[in-house]
Every structure is written in structure tokens, then in C-alpha cells.
């Protein structure tokens, strides 16, 4: 007698057959930046166990228009009032990462960071290249909100929907700390990208993925979950690359990407249960989506692709060296806040 898979495996299924889904198609149609599509499927799947309705979708629409209407309405700051564009950059972020955090949608807190910082990188540069990553947005969330409701018709949640959980609402003075520290983890790699945003785009993507984790990550296991996860991609990605030679065709990478995506869920979804957290392996298989695909895309433009890949691992762990330190230092001034206070308490 054929059983249908746990909850946890069709999620996992779900997930790994989306990221797949989302990539080759992405990669197929050549789309401007091919990595944003599978990245916010990613994001997409999974924080979110049931398909989009139409308000959500309606607002992610919204979204959208805000972020690229945003971004753009900033590039004439940041070109004439550069100190000025980069404080009102800080302060969009800082709002975006609170809102999340104060009971907002993470997700929707996301891809304002990513939008925002992205456009407003490549405006100053270009505005053709500006252009361009507004198109690779549309695109690449257009596909992921495709993929998702085909992927959760495919694979249904089952039981019955109950009562969606309401989300966590953090202490005011808290939320504001912890979406400070997120906003300057995003900035030194946007600042990088204004100089070069062809080349940098992807760190800032790491980036906004490490802000969003700073989140729920604490100092103590910083080192653990942001240097592991972000290695451990890494690792994932070379293991890929070798992979995908053997047989360098769309279908393989559908399905060596199914592979890769369901080793990762089962661990992310604790089918095999380890000691480190959901948010570990999100970010090894954000990090490894990033890594791959700049990779593919250095072959085919004819680069060194081993010597791209190193700098942009050495890169990688540097933004992440830096997320660390600034976990560690803000939350110093946190206990060192809490022990005044306690001082002061009559």
C-alpha cells in the first residue's frame, strides 16, 4: 500500500521542487539577473505553508511598485546629495527590517532591503542597468509566485488550514536594535555595490540574506550559523559545479538542483533532525543558489570561473565576518543597557 509523504516531506518536496522549478526556468529564458527568481522562490516557500491568495498577491504586487518606485525616486538623491541618499537609504532599510519585526510579513521586509538597495545601486551607475534589474525584480518574483501556487497545488498541506498563526510582535526598543543592526549589515555591501554594481549585485543579495538572519541569530552562535551556513554553501556550490559537468544540459540542472534542494529541506524541516537551526540551512541554500549561478554565468561569458568564484567566497565571508561583528557588538550595548538599567532600578 502506497503512503503519502509526512507534512514535513511535502514540504521539503515542495521546496526543493520549487527552488528547481524556478531556476531552470529562470536560466532557460535567460532572464537579466537569473538568480533573483530562485532566491525569492526560496524566501517564498519557505515562510509560507499555504499558496498566495489574492490579497497576498495583490500586495506583493504593491510591493513591487513600491520598491522599484522607490529605488528610482533615490538615484537622483544619491547622485547630487550623496550623504544625503546614503542616510535616506539606512533610515528605508532600518523601517523595512522593523516593519518585519513589529508583526509585519518578513518576506515583504525582504524584498523591499533587496529591491531598494539594488535599484538604487545600479541607477547611480546606469540607468539602463537600473532598468534592467527593475525587469530581473518583476521577472524573478512573477516566476516565484507562479512556481509556489503550482508547487502547493502539487503538493498540498494536509489537514485542515486552521487559524494562521499571528505573528510575533517584538518589543518596540528591541525591534528598533535588532533592525538598526540588520540595515548596517546590508550597508558596507551596498556601498561596495555603487561602485560596481554589475559585479556586486550578488553580494548585496547575501547581504540582505545575512540582515535578515542577524535577526533571529544571536551572538553567541553567530560564528556557527552565519560563517557555517555561509561556508557550507559554498562547499554546496563547488559539489554542484562538479556535478553539473558531467552532463551540462537545463535538465540536469533541474535535477541535480532537486537533489541538492532535498538534502538541504530535510534538514531544514527536520525530517533528520540536527543541532543547528532552520535558518542555517536557508542560508546555505540561498548561498549556494548565488555562488551557482554567478558561476554558470561567468562560463558562459567566457570568465575564470574558479578565480571569480574564489573572490566572491572571499567576499562572501568577509560580509559575513562583518554581520558577526556587528551582532557582537550591538548586542554588548544591549546587556551593558540592561545592566545599567538594573543599576538604576530602585
Known amino acids: 500500500m502506497q503512503t503519502s509523504p509526512s507534512l514535513p ?3 521539503a518536496l515542495r521546496l526543493a521542487t520549487g527552488t528547481a522549478l524556478t531556476l531552470a526556468i529562470s536560466f532557460a529564458l535567460d532572464f537579466p539577473i537569473p538568480v533573483i527568481a530562485p532566491v525569492l522562490a526560496v524566501f517564498l516557500l519557505a515562510t509560507q505553508n499555504r499558496s498566495l491568495s489574492f490579497k497576498a498577491a495583490l500586495a506583493l504586487a504593491l510591493v513591487v511598485a513600491l520598491t522599484t518606485g522607490s529605488g528610482l525616486l533615490l538615484v537622483p538623491v544619491l547622485r547630487y546629495y550623496p550623504f544625503a541618499g546614503v542616510l535616506l537609504v539606512g533610515l528605508c532599510l532600518f523601517l523595512a527590517f522593523r516593519a518585519g519585526l513589529r508583526g509585519g510579513n518578513n518576506l515583504v521586509a525582504t524584498f523591499l532591503a533587496a ?9 547611480v551607475a546606469d540607468q ?7 525587469g530581473a525584480l518583476v521577472k ?6 507562479l512556481v509556489s501556487i503550482f508547487t502547493h497545488a502539487l503538493f498540498p498541506e494536509t489537514g485542515p488550514a486552521g487559524a ?9 526598543e528591541t525591534a528598533s536594535r535588532i533592525a538598526l543592526q540588520a540595515a548596517l549589515v546590508v550597508m558596507p555591501a551596498w556601498l561596495l555595490a555603487m561602485n560596481d554594481p554589475a559585479s556586486y549585485m550578488p553580494i548585496i543579495m547575501k547581504s540582505v540574506s545575512l540582515g535578515r538572519q542577524s535577526c533571529t541569530t544571536s551572538a553567541r552562535g553567530a560564528a556557527r550559523e552565519l560563517l557555517g551556513s555561509t561556508a557550507l554553501g559554498g562547499l554546496l556550490a563547488v559539489a554542484f559545479w562538479f556535478a553539473l559537468r558531467l552532463f551540462v544540459n537545463i535538465g540536469m540542472f533541474y535535477l541535480w538542483m532537486l537533489l541538492f534542494g532535498l538534502l538541504v529541506a530535510r534538514k531544514l524541516y527536520r525530517i533528520r533532525p540536527t543541532r543547528y537551526s532552520p535558518g542555517f540551512w536557508l542560508n546555505s541554500l ?6 551557482l549561478g554567478q558561476s554558470v554565468q561567468d562560463s558562459v561569458a567566457g570568465k575564470d570561473v574558479y578565480r571569480a568564484f574564489a573572490v ?13 561583528l556587528m551582532l557582537q557588538i550591538f548586542e554588548r550595548f544591549a546587556q551593558r543597557g540592561s545592566a545599567s538599567l538594573e543599576r538604576n532600578t530602585p
Not at 286 to 291: A, F, P, S
Open 9 to 11: 516531506g511535502r514540504r
Open 115 to 123: 529591491g531598494l538597495t539594488m535599484i538604487s545601486a545600479a541607477g
Open 128 to 134: 539602463q542597468l537600473a532598468a534592467t534589474v527593475v
Open 140 to 145: 524573478g518574483l512573477l516566476l516565484a509566485v
Open 164 to 172: 494562521k498563526p499571528a505573528a510575533r510582535v517584538m518589543p518596540q
Open 286 to 291: 540561498v548561498t549556494m543558489i548565488i555562488l
Open 312 to 324: 566572491r567566497m572571499a567576499l562572501f565571508l568577509a560580509v559575513t565576518a562583518y554581520a558577526c
